[in-house]
Nanobody, 122 residues
């Protein structure tokens, strides 16, 4: 499975961005898809995940209703809609996929994208 992120960029605090992740390769039926983020010098942290076939979005506590994960199965894409962004959301955001395990803060997905940079200015 190949994952390619897009949609990162510079946004002012309080603004919104939508990240996209295009998946290619084998079928994604029953895969878990997710988003992580990493600030240079810090550990990568879980943001959100969803099951390609059954849905069931799952979020990190810090999301607090600001982010929404969704999929477009016809396009084989997964999205992360981010609202009410703060400078603390500045990070490289990574798309990830796993064929067996629900993606959470405790798992390490099998497949990863290259990342897209999100910068939130104050």
């Amino acid at each position: 499975v190949q994952l390619v992120e897009s949609g990162g960029g510079l946004v002012q605090a309080g603004g919104s961005l939508r990240l996209s992740c295009a998946a290619s390769g084998r079928t994604l039926n029953h895969y878990y898809l997710g988003w992580f983020r990493q600030v240079p010098g810090k550990e990568r942290e879980f943001v959100a995940s969803i099951n390609w076939s059954t849905g069931g979005p799952y979020y990190a506590d810090f999301v607090k209703g600001r982010f929404t994960i969704s999929t477009d199965n016809a396009k084989k894409e997964v999205y992360l809609q981010m609202n009410s962004l703060t400078p603390e959301d500045t990070a490289v955001y990574y798309c990830a996929a796993d064929p067996w395990d629900k993606i959470t803060s405790a798992t390490v997905p099998t497949y990863w994208g290259q990342g897209t940079l999100v910068t939130v200015s104050s």
